[in-house]
């Protein structure tokens, strides 16, 4: 039982670079978030799910983009870096609203 | 808009010290509190989970209370050990689970 995990753990892209976060949970989980770490500033919601095939917007999604084909991955795009992008990025997931969120170990991004 | 604020940002005590970290949030309609632990470069581990028609939560040596009415929450840690340095945040549940949280505490526990 790996809970949830994430690939890859770091990067560095060049201003203008494309990528893609790969999120995985082994919980059978329904909702899944990604979040945005800044230094001074805690963690802000970029995008969530609470579904299969659903994703909504959270309070920073401008310059990303998600995708939940499948209920166990939620993949989080970047189709342009920027700078400001840099951050770390964490994944969490839970069974739904009430219920503790388990978080991923983060993906450092770093943006030239 | 949903405010998190924890005080103090930092918080150096001696082992054996008790440790009282604050949350404050500005909208009483949450779902739930929920306080975290972050090791350096590590991902949030939860520690206790406070729904939001209880009082308190207690899991060992801590000890978590929510006044909903006051906005505020308060972590409290028995007996402190070195281990247990580490960043601890807050966060409120809103709808569809969306978490808010707090710049964190930044716990030192000196040997």
């Known amino acids: 039982n790996a809970g949830v995990t994430q690939t890859p753990k770091f990067r560095v892209l060049k201003t203008g670079q494309s990528m893609t976060l790969l999120c995985a949970q082994d919980?059978?989980?329904?909702?899944m978030y990604w979040y945005r770490q800044d230094p001074g500033m805690g963690l802000r919601l970029i995008h969530y799910s609470v579904g299969e095939g659903t994703t909504a917007k959270g309070e920073v999604p401008d310059g990303y983009n998600v995708s939940r084909l499948k209920k166990q991955n939620f993949l989080l795009g970047l189709e342009s870096a920027a700078p400001s992008q840099t951050s770390v990025y964490f994944c969490?997931?839970?069974?739904?609203?009430?219920?503790?969120?388990?978080f991923g170990p983060g993906t450092r991004l770093t943006v030239l | 808009k949903q405010e998190v604020t924890q005080i103090p940002a930092a918080l150096s005590v001696p082992e054996g010290e008790n440790l009282v970290l604050n949350c404050s949030f500005t909208?009483?309609?949450?779902?739930?509190l929920q306080w975290f632990r972050q090791d350096p470069g590590k991902g949030l581990t939860s520690l206790l989970l406070i729904q939001s028609s209880q009082r308190e939560q207690t899991s060992g040596r801590l000890n978590a209370s929510l006044d909903k009415s006051s906005g505020r929450s308060t972590l409290y840690i028995a007996a402190s050990q070195p281990g247990d340095s580490a960043t601890y945040l807050c966060a409120v549940e809103g709808s569809w689970g969306k978490l808010q949280f707090g710049a964190g505490t930044q716990v030192v526990v000196t040997p």
């Open positions: 909208d009483s309609a949450i779902y739930n």
């Open positions: 969490a997931s839970s069974y739904g609203t009430g219920d503790t969120q388990y």
């Open positions: 919980m059978n989980h329904e909702y």
